[in-house]
């Protein structure tokens, strides 16, 4: 049984950090690329980084850019999103999804963890 588990989310200050992880279990880790998605009330759902199988490469939407850095650990089944500067902006529910990227490139999503930046 597949589980994707978001934790890490939280009220802070702007400029504030925080840092969410992504716990994997019942895939094999190392063939799912990663993805950080965000999704604000009333918004669509939005990418937000990526990061391939053996981490060396790295996207980003242009809005969190220099803010925020993607990283994982195959050893320990676990995607990371460190978030700095945060701002009121970035406020929304946070989604980690796995992509497997060989046939039948399976897709799975975790239940999300809400970010709020406020003062």
């Known amino acids: 049984q597949v589980h994707i588990v978001e934790s890490g989310g939280g009220l802070v200050q702007p400029g504030g950090s925080l840092r969410l992880s992504c716990a994997a279990s019942?895939?094999?880790?190392?063939?799912?690329?990663m993805s950080w998605y965000r999704q604000a009330p009333e918004k669509e759902r939005e990418l937000v980084a990526r990061?391939?199988?053996?981490?060396?490469?790295?996207i980003y939407a242009d809005s969190v850019k220099g803010r925020f850095t993607i990283s994982r650990d195959n050893v320990k089944n676990t995607v990371y999103l460190q978030m700095n500067s945060l701002k009121p902006e970035d406020t929304a529910g946070y989604y980690c999804?796995?992509?497997?990227?060989?046939?039948?490139?399976?897709?799975?999503w975790g239940q999300g963890t809400q970010v709020t930046v406020s003062s």
């Open positions: 999804n796995g992509r497997d990227i060989f046939p039948p490139y399976r897709d799975y």
């Open positions: 019942g895939i094999i880790f190392s063939n799912y690329a």
């Open positions: 990061i391939t199988i053996g981490g060396s490469t790295t």
